[in-house]
């Protein structure tokens, strides 16, 4: 399953998903030019539990490296798909992760969840010389805080069938209970010598869940200004629209968002258009100066009843994060 996005809208730029998919991309340059299968790499700044506990490796490494191989394992990737997957999950929900704590307490749930859960891969696996590297225990633990708090949100997903895409909106609370779950199969099935860290997955979601409420008792930080400056003035490209008939007739009715700044300059879109299982991509250009309540018209994009031409699908305009 491969998550499209979610239905759960945030009004604000989140800078600090940004700025740590910026770091770990500046971070998987810098591989790219040692080498993505570079050994030296992985042991210099990746977890190694066996450089803490066997004498005969830990001689080799300084006690800073020692420290900051803690932080700099959950930036460093084994490949593209393994970074861009990550990137990726972090993009989808790390947004409104980023909203309920604020930017500054992001980034710290953020590293603190990736710290919590190497730590228990280490506890598990102390002598192992097998390096860990990657954002996954970090990124579990935003889904475990999203799972917790987003739990009935819906996420658009794509369900490859054959050859065939099967789009698919997915409650949060199964989405991410479906990943939990094959992440312990995985961990349970899995040897102590496996290349992934399966528990750590496991670790960080518990944790990320632990955070979000511990967060609920520490006193709120206000950031005014900084709300002013991350204000969104977008709304989703993508967009799921639910559509109805009036009087079982051929044509179909739907509401359709776009900012202030969109219905001033004009935009384009792509929705999703429920069709049973199947839901088909169309583009949907909104024309500049559309006010709320303005109608737009797609010829040929209703439903097809016996004895009648194909219908129009009409899309109400709704304007959120109006300024």
Request: hydrophobic content about 45%.
């Amino acid at each position: 399953m491969i998550p499209l996005r979610d239905n759960q809208p945030t009004t604000s730029i989140p800078i600090g998903c940004y700025a740590i998919m910026g770091i770990t991309l500046l971070v998987f340059l810098f591989q790219l030019q040692l080498g993505l299968g570079n050994d030296s790499v992985f042991y210099l700044y990746g977890l190694v539990p066996a450089k803490y506990t066997v004498w005969d490796l830990s001689r080799h490494f300084s006690l800073s490296n020692q420290i900051f191989s803690w932080f700099s394992y959950m930036f460093l990737h084994g490949g593209f798909w393994h970074f861009l997957g990550n990137m990726w999950f972090l993009y989808i929900f790390g947004d409104n992760i980023e909203a309920h704590f604020g930017s500054v307490r992001f980034f710290g749930f953020y590293i603190l969840s990736g710290l919590i859960s190497g730590g228990l891969h280490f506890l598990l696996n102390p002598f192992s010389p097998v390096p860990t590297i990657g954002a996954s225990g970090a990124i579990a633990g935003v889904m475990g805080a999203y799972f917790l708090l987003y739990p009935r949100s819906k996420i658009l997903t794509i369900i490859p069938i054959i050859i065939i895409p099967w789009l698919i909106e997915i409650p949060a609370f199964i989405f991410l209970g479906f990943w939990f779950l094959m992440q312990f199969l995985n961990a349970a099935g899995s040897g102590s010598g496996s290349g992934i860290a399966w528990w750590a997955h496991i670790g960080g979601f518990i944790v990320g869940i632990l955070l979000v409420k511990l967060n609920q008792l520490l006193p709120e930080i206000s950031s005014e200004r900084l709300t002013r400056f991350t204000q969104k003035k977008y709304t989703p490209r993508l967009q799921v629209i639910v559509t109805q008939s009036m009087d079982s007739g051929p044509d179909l009715y739907g509401q359709m968002e776009v900012s202030f700044l969109e219905a001033l300059t004009g935009t384009q879109k792509l929705v999703s258009i429920p069709w049973g299982f199947y839901k088909p991509l169309y583009k949907v250009k909104v024309p500049a100066g559309v006010k709320k309540g303005t109608r737009l018209r797609l010829a040929g994009m209703g439903k097809r009843i016996p004895d009648h031409k194909k219908g129009d699908l009409f899309l109400t305009i709704q304007i959120k994060h109006a300024i």
